[in-house]
């Protein structure tokens, strides 16, 4: 035994999950290239604890996976370590002769030129007095190796080859058997390589012959196994590459041992060994997903379950790609957060950064099966727009309401050019909207190019916005409708007052029948250009079946109300007092046949009262008949459809009525008449008190037109001899012959003008004046002496005087 062979003896270690065992303070085993770690525990549990650490410290992703199989004590661990640099452990005959792999272990070897890493498992051997009857653990491990290597190393003495009864055949048989049970379904996809290395060969029988006779012992047990129906012609070599090597003893001839060591070693290193696009496990899974698929598997093995190498890529490489898929988003997240916060950020901006993770997310979950990959990029994807739109739309909710819809749409909706262009409501509304919508629409055709929304996200964009305007449009409609109400409403109310002032100025008894008349005639040349009875109506309002009937209800039943209201106008007592005061003068006073005054001057006192008397009757009839009311609600028949002839009493109205509510009161007008008794005696009384005084003025005029007797000619005598007197005053005044003076020439003038009528006219006017002057004193000094002949003792006098004293109280 040479130095270096005994140097190779390890020394028994304690039991620990991972070769050798080095703790650091923090009870933390700390790892160094090519030491090993328990994957499968002696309890035949996947030691997650030691392998996540393991896997993660590997930091180039490329690897191989090759494992070890053999019987116990065949030397696996040592060959392992000579060929890897690895540290399993191995038997130390000279303490103890017995099993030292238990369980299945793993260590690397850094290839520094490929920067690759080999993993390599050393999978517990069988036939030793151990383990004999544990052919469960030996076929699960089997099944575990073959799941995640690529290559299969099968450790085999020289001395053993041709002995079918030989440990190693019956291993071999397993191989085969959970080959089958694995890969049955894809032979030509998967193919393992089956490395067989003969130890102990000393040369004497050359390889090629030893390779003959396994192979043939090979064919012989492929024969033998129970193969599913669709396999029954196929051959060992379907599933298997085959490969033999040759080591020399170990202890008789070391160099050479150590030297087929290193030529193995380098078809390792050069990866020429891995010939074959077959053994393509790393293909399909990156490192970072080799722990969590061989935990999988071991547990789907340990617990007798039928193992699907394929659904257990598809589901490592669905966990991967979407913890990566997770981490990338988080990460966009944090940027897209603090960019949706800026102020006018940039949307380009936003679309590189998802480009650069989508990239990102390339590389690291492009490695996994394909189409999980390509599924999780759109996920990916689709999150990040989706979270794009979340910030979009809440951005938009609020700028949608204060900016773009309600100023926009509000400014527009008002503006006067656009109005003037097109004056219907309902078509200005709807090519706004449309304009909006397109805007809209445009400003989100740049966001779609860039990916930064999708079509699903745009459409909900859309759809929000449209529902934004729709409702802005709906409560502008409404203000529409209510504005031609109003303005309906507003004439109609306009008119009937005028027409109303006019009508109860004479006690008319087809005072209803005319007001209905005038009514219908009033609404109906209102709603003209909304269309007519005959027609129907049409509003240029955006509303639908339901609505626009509604509306013509509700506008019939405020037309109602609006009569209802200038009626009501007329109802207090001091109104009714005047109005009744108004008709007495109209037919007291004036004649109506020939619409002059009456001549009270040629009238009897008697004939005066009869008058008055029936004046007043006519006038208290009218009033009786305006008291009695009338049920209008009957007014709208013809003018509105009978559908929409609203019972006006019973319509109650809620919204937008404010208007209306001063004149609530109406609705009892018409149920209780308009005035109630005691309204009407009070608005008698009052209207007796206004025509006595007109009575009392009226007799006095007949009193006064008989005491006018006519001036006496002796007045005018007296009259021209006052005058000489001041004439000749005059001419001895020498201001006033300056005066006659200045009145020649004026004459002079006017007569060499010729403006005769001019001063003819002022003269004339100058005469009138000063005759109804003389006339007025004439009869001043006429009354005072008449004064006692009109004074008679009798009732009316009394009321006279006393009349005559309140008049001049006032
Ligand atoms: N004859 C011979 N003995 C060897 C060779 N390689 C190793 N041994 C010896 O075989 C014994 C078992 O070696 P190990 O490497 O521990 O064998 P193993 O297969 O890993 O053992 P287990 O892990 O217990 O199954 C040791 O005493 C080694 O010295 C070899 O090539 N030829």
Sequence with gaps: MSEESLNILAEETSATTVQPAEKSAGDVVLLHEGDAVQVINDDQMYNEKDVVPFINKLKDDEYHVISIFGSQSSGKSTLLNHLFDTKFQTMNEQIKRGQTTKGIWMSSRKVTLSKKNLLIMDVEGSDGVEKSDDKDFERKACLFALSSSEVLIINVWEHQIGLYQGNNMELLKIVFEVNLQLFHGSQNEHKV?????????????????????????????????????????????????????GFSHYFLQNDKFLEDCVALRNEFDSESIFNSNKYKLNKTLPLDGWELYSQNCWNVISSSEQLDLPTQQILVAKFKT?????????????????????????????AEDMTKHLNKFDEQGGRYTESVYLEEKISLLNSMQELNYNALSQL???????NIILKNLQIKLQDKKIIKEVPSFMERSIS?????????????????ELNVINSDNNEKLIQSFTSHINKVLELENKKESLKIKKKINKDLFKRLNEYLEVVVSKPDTLFWDGLKEFYRKTVSSLLKPFGSFETGYEFPLNFNETEHKDFIIKLASSNQKTLNKAISELTSVQKLALILEEQYKNIFLIDPENQTPRFFENMTISEMETLDTKCKNECESWLQLFAKGLDYSAFNYHLYSEDFVADFANESSNE???????????????????????????????????????NLQTKRTILQSRANTKIPPYIYALLFFLGYSKIIYVLKNPLWILTLLILGSSWIFVHRSGQYKFVFMIVQKWIDMVKQIIISKLREFLDETNNSDIKKPSSESYELDNLSKKNSNE
């Design 193 to 245: 390589l089956l490395l067989f290395i003969i130890r102990d060969h000393i040369g004497m029988t050359p390889l090629k012959s030893l390779k003959e006779t396994m192979c043939n012992e090979l064919d012989k047990m492929w024969e033998q196994i129970k193969k599913p129906l669709d396999l029954q012609d196929s051959k060992f070599t379907d599933f298997f590459d085959l490969e033999f090597k």
């Design 322 to 350: 979407k913890e990566i898929s997770d981490g990338i988003l988080q990460n966009y997240k944090s940027i897209a957060m603090v960019a949706y916060g800026t102020k006018d950020f940039n949307f380009k901006n936003l």
């Design 396 to 402: 938009l909710d609020e700028e949608i309401h204060e």
């Design 432 to 448: 706004i909207k449309n304009d909006l919508i397109s805007e809209y629409n445009g400003d989100w055709v740049s966001l779609l």
């Design 656 to 694: 937008d009525e404010s208007d209306y509510e001063e004149f609530l009161d109406g609705d009892s007008l018409i149920k209780y008449g308009i005035l109630s008794d005691l309204k009407k005696t009070k608005v008698l009384q009052e209207f007796n008190k206004k025509i006595q005084l007109i």
